[in-house]
């Protein structure tokens, strides 16, 4: 992906007419398969300057893909009165320091942290190896299982990157489901079990925490069953996913 930033300063009389110009020309960079998102942005302390960023899927495809296909002619028909106010155009890219701010707890925060992940899984493997679906698969288990699941959630859900640093990371939970022939019936299992422990240890309740939680693990078990066929040819290396909330953010009440 890359960052296209152009600056605009635009005379105040006329910066009605250019986000108006804007709303509509956007129409074309919302059906560019090139294109990410966009955001335009007024400057408060000077409000003759504005910003638009879009971010296209890479320099290439904007330039040969974006300007050369039939979207741009639109495009440029609404904002070309505004070219010559273009103080600057050009395209960065992003580096590794980027990240949300602490307006937003993490999941693992609101979670209630380490120790409400070791709770739950505790629970969960109680019922897990009591279940007559499920249990067979896990009668050799480590007994840290529960430890290590709890260490992985943990780092999904934004807390240390403890399974990484100290359990082999993607790649060890990878080799874990290697061959293990898991099915549909045991995945539902597995998924509904979660839920009652999840209850029983009181885990967050509330819909924005459990639609997220959930996303992550009905995306988890469906990965855990494909790579665990016997024809799977799973991603070998990739890093500990990092789940958020989504599009409900949390509720604060
Ligand atoms: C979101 C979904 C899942 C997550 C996060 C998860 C997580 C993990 C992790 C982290 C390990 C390796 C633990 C270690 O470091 O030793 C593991 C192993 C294992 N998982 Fe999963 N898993 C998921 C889904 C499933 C499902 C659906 C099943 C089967 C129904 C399953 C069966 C197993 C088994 C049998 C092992 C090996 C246990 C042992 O013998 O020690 N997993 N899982």
Redesign the pocket.
């Known amino acids: 992906m890359i960052v296209e930033y152009i600056r605009y300063r635009i005379p105040e009389d006329g910066s009605e007419q250019f986000e108006e110009a804007y709303r509509r020309a956007a129409g074309s960079l919302a059906r560019a398969p090139q294109c990410v998102n966009y955001e335009l942005s007024r400057c408060v302390d000077d409000p003759a300057c504005y910003i638009l960023r879009i971010t296209w899927t890479s320099a290439k495809e904007h330039l040969e893909g974006f300007r050369s296909g039939e979207l741009f002619p639109a495009f440029l028909a609404e904002i070309r009165p505004y070219v010559e106010m273009i103080e600057e155009m050009r395209h960065y890219e992003q580096t590794s320091v980027r990240g949300d701010g602490g307006s937003v707890p993490s999941l693992y925060d609101w979670a209630g942290g380490t120790e409400a992940f070791e709770q739950l899984t505790e629970r969960f493997y109680e019922l897990v190896k009591a279940d007559e679906l499920?249990g067979p698969?896990?009668a050799?288990?480590?007994p840290g299982?529960p430890h290590?699941?709890a260490m992985?959630?943990a780092e999904v859900f934004g807390g240390p990157a403890r399974?990484t640093g100290e359990?082999g990371g993607y790649p060890?939970?990878l080799r874990?489901?290697l061959g293990?022939g898991?099915t549909e019936a045991?995945?539902r299992r597995?998924v509904a079990l979660l839920v009652d422990a999840a209850d029983e240890v009181g885990l967050p309740d509330d819909p924005e925490f459990r639609a997220a939680f959930m996303g992550?693990?009905e995306w988890?078990?469906r990965l855990?069953?494909g790579n665990s066929q016997p024809d799977a040819t799973p991603v070998q290396q990739a890093p500990v996913p990092r789940w958020g909330w989504g599009v409900a953010p949390p509720y604060q009440g």
């Open positions: 499920v698969l896990f050799h288990m480590d299982h290590y699941v992985w959630l399974y359990r060890h939970m874990m489901h293990r898991i045991q995945r597995w992550y693990i988890g078990t855990a069953l």
